[in-house]
T-cell receptor, first 111, second 116 residues
Framework: RKEVEQDPGPFNVPEGATVAFNCTYS??????FFWYRQDCRKEPKLLMS???SGNEDGRFTAQLNRASQYISLLIRDSKLSDSATYLC????????????FGTGTRLLVSP | DAGVTQSPTHLIKTRGQQVTLRCSPK?????VSWYQQALGQGPQFIFQ???????QRGNFPDRFSGHQFPNYSSELNVNALLLGDSALYLC???????????????FGPGTRLTVT
């Protein structure tokens, strides 16, 4: 079983749609969780950290369910510029920063 | 405020050769991590440097080695290159979590290595 699993997609949605991605992780001792965005042939960019209570940043909402070991990302009112690959990331070790990435979920927003 | 920088941008090498990639962390960061990203995959952790020492290592062979300098910049060295080493090599910088629980890492633009 992979440490971090994501549906690779692609998710094809029209502008203005709401889309949700889920991600599961296998190590229950995981400490920190993130969503990164990666555009084609570019570096990953931190989108948001994911906190136990859930957090929101504009059109983006992240949720963490430790009991079920999954993380979600909700994007509301999708824009063309949201087209990218969204990487679910887990930090496994306390005191270290060994990030484990999922393979990413590709989102395509069309006019 | 400069972000994470990496050099070179692109590199083409032949099997068996050696390569050195360079990274300068974001201002105020003291920890550098290296990742390998093959096409269609998420980045894979290679190792992390803090205080000029390798602190953590992923499942990569000894052909992959690194170094961190007193100014926090870092190098990744790969010996005896294989075709399978062709990938995007990413450097990420962060603050070592001694006072803060933040583990946010910020990535450089990467070096695209092609081995022929």
């Amino acid at each position: 079983r992979k440490e971090v699993e994501q549906d690779p997609g692609p998710f094809n949605v029209p502008e203005g749609a709401t889309v949700a991605f889920n991600c599961t992780y296998s190590n229950s001792a995981s400490q920190s969780f993130f969503w990164y965005r990666q555009d084609c042939r570019k570096e990953p960019k931190l989108l948001m950290s994911v906190y136990s209570s859930g957090n929101e940043d504009g059109r983006f909402t992240a949720q963490l369910n430790r009991a079920s070991q999954y993380i979600s990302l909700l994007i509301r009112d999708s824009k063309l510029s949201d087209s990218a690959t969204y990487l679910c990331v887990v930090n496994l070790d306390t005191g270290f920063q060994k990030l484990v990435f999922g393979t990413g979920t590709r989102l395509l927003v069309s006019p | 405020d400069a972000g994470v920088t990496q050099s070179p941008t692109h590199l083409i090498k032949t099997r068996g050769q050696q390569v050195t990639l360079r990274c300068s962390p974001k201002s105020g960061h003291d920890t550098v991590s290296w990742y390998q990203q093959a096409l269609g995959q998420g980045p894979q952790f290679i190792f992390q440097y803090y205080e000029e020492e390798e602190r953590q290592r992923g499942n990569f062979p000894d052909r992959f080695s690194g170094h961190q300098f007193p100014n926090y910049s870092s190098e990744l060295n790969v010996n005896a290159l294989l075709l399978g080493d062709s990938a995007l090599y990413l450097c990420a910088s962060s603050i070592y979590p001694r006072e803060s629980l933040s583990y946010e890492q910020y990535f450089g633009p990467g070096t695209r290595l092609t081995v022929t």
